[in-house]
């Protein structure tokens, strides 16, 4: 089974909608990490949870909400999105600070 | 100071020849420094990485090159086959923001058969 498990693997949404990200890892890892990947740009990170304690980039707009229930789920609570806003969601995950994050495959998010 | 150059933005090689992708960093506290592999439709993956305390590293076809002074590194893929088609994408991590990797903007590597 996939370490790291985004559903849906693609979203479609208006401007006016509300929809969620989901990411679950199999990998008892503690840490859990939310990019943003668009072409020809570097990887955006906009949040991290780790032991519970979130950490975020402060130029992500807050019409993206993060929520960690626990230590192998995440999610990203999309509201109010604008078209620039379409891209690749990647979720990864790692054990500890200096072990190798891996990356779930993506959900392409495509805003109408 | 957060900033990862890569270049180039894409590469073209024939099948047996040397991929080289560079990169340049100017944060002095970055300590770690991962490089990735991405395909088509899935996720990043680690495939090789090194310290500064170290001037090279190998696995297998796949080389990183590290030069502190110079505060560049690059990954050198030997014998490039059609199945290294893929984005390549540096990273580099600092000591103090253990779980933050500033990535590159990746190469778009793309081997002849």
């Known amino acids: 089974e996939t370490g790291v498990t985004q559903t849906p693997r693609h979203l479609v949404m208006g401007m006016t909608n509300k929809k969620s990200l989901k990411c679950e890892q199999h990998?008892?890892?503690?840490?859990m990490y939310w990019y943003k990947q668009s072409a020809k740009k570097p990887l955006e990170l906009m949040f991290v949870?780790?032991?519970?304690?979130?950490?975020e980039n402060n130029s992500v707009p807050s019409r993206f909400s993060p929520e960690c229930p626990n230590s192998s789920h995440l999610f990203l609570h999309l509201h109010t999105l604008q078209p620039e806003d379409s891209a690749l969601y990647l979720c990864?995950?790692?054990?500890?600070?200096?072990?190798?994050?891996?990356f779930g495959d993506g959900t392409r998010l495509s805003i109408l | 100071q957060q900033q990862v150059k890569q270049s180039p933005q894409s590469l073209i090689v024939q099948k047996g020849g040397i991929s080289i992708i560079n990169c340049a960093y100017e944060?002095?506290?970055?300590?770690?420094f991962p490089w990735y592999q991405q395909f088509p439709g899935k996720g990043p993956a680690l495939l090789i990485a090194i310290r500064p305390d170290v001037s090279e590293k190998k696995e297998g076809r796949f080389t990183i090159s590290f030069n502190k002074s110079a505060k560049q590194f690059s990954l050198h893929i030997m014998d490039s086959q059609p199945g290294d088609s893929a984005t390549y994408f540096c990273?580099?991590?600092?000591?103090?923001?253990?779980?933050?990797?500033?990535f590159g903007s990746g190469t778009q590597l793309t081997v002849l058969p």
């Open positions: 990864a995950s790692s054990q500890s600070p200096d072990q190798p994050q891996h």
């Open positions: 949870y780790s032991l519970e304690e979130r950490v």
């Open positions: 990273a580099a991590r600092r000591r103090v923001s253990a779980r933050q990797l500033t």
């Open positions: 944060n002095t506290a970055f300590d770690y």
């Open positions: 990998l008892g890892h503690n840490a």
